[in-house]
């Protein structure tokens, strides 16, 4: 092992807004540098930060698309597919696809994830 995860970070027009809308789906507490330029939201229980980064001119990758031009996403383990992504829509997700074992959202800034079993 050459290293320890300490963190995924997602560029975005609005950092405060795109952590406020990842800790209404995976809690923990928001910590932001005096600038607001950069955002750590901290998980209960540790594992690695969700961090978010202003990029002013940030363009969201296509879903779908076939360029390979995803970047990342990222996948959260739900119970209920239902339940989950009703709770993602009114927190601000927009529903893309849904496929056996998985369904895609993308966040405020357009960032792909997806919610698994």
Excluded: N
């Excluded at 998980?43 to 698309?65: C, K």
Aim: hydrophobic residues 40%; charged residues 25%.
């Amino acid at each position: 092992m050459i290293g320890k995860l300490s963190a995924v970070v997602l560029d975005c027009r609005d950092p405060q807004h795109l952590a406020e809308f990842y800790r209404v789906i995976l809690g923990g507490t928001i910590d932001k540098d005096p600038d607001g330029d950069w955002i750590d939201l901290k998980i209960d229980g540790g594992g690695p930060l969700v961090s978010f980064q202003q990029v002013p001119g940030h363009e969201p990758p296509e879903w779908p698309g076939d360029s390979g031009d995803q970047q990342l996403h990222l996948d959260i383990a739900v119970e209920d597919f239902d339940h989950a992504e009703q709770a993602l829509l009114e927190a601000g997700a927009r529903f893309v696809e849904s496929h056996d074992g998985f369904r895609v959202f993308l966040d405020p800034a357009g960032h792909p994830f997806c919610i698994v079993h």
